[in-house]
């Protein structure tokens, strides 16, 4: 069983920070691909930012300069430093892993989407 679980949500001011972390566990061979998701009420899920795990990194527009993305393999962790947030930063973040798994057949690659924490940016 693969699990992948988001922490460090919350509410916080314009221009605050917060750090956001992620941890995948369960029969994991290999994990591929970290990132962070957001959405918002009545928007699409968007991709925030991704790590490949050889620590190649991208980032979407809107959070470049102020969103750091960060692994560390050797816990199955990642991490997303979000620093000047503002209030359209607001909406369920959510972790995603692309995991080989031994529990899944041929160890295929599939994707496994934490619970979503909450972040709030208001004043």
């Known amino acids: 069983q693969v699990q992948v679980v988001e922490s460090g949500g919350g509410l916080v001011q314009p221009g605050g920070s917060l750090r956001l972390s992620c941890a995948a566990s369960g029969s994991i061979f290999f994990i591929t691909d970290m990132g962070w998701y957001r959405q918002a009420p009545g928007k699409e899920r968007e991709l925030v930012a991704s790590?490949?795990?050889?620590?190649?990194?991208n980032y979407a527009d809107s959070v470049k300069g102020r969103f750091t993305i960060s692994r560390d393999n050797a816990k199955k962790m990642v991490y997303l430093q979000m620093n000047s947030l503002k209030p359209e930063d607001t909406a369920v973040y959510y972790c995603k892993a692309v995991i080989a798994s031994l529990a899944v057949q041929a160890g295929l690659p599939l994707d496994y989407w934490g619970q979503g924490t909450q972040v709030t940016v208001s004043s």
């Open positions: 790590a490949t795990s050889g620590g190649n990194t």
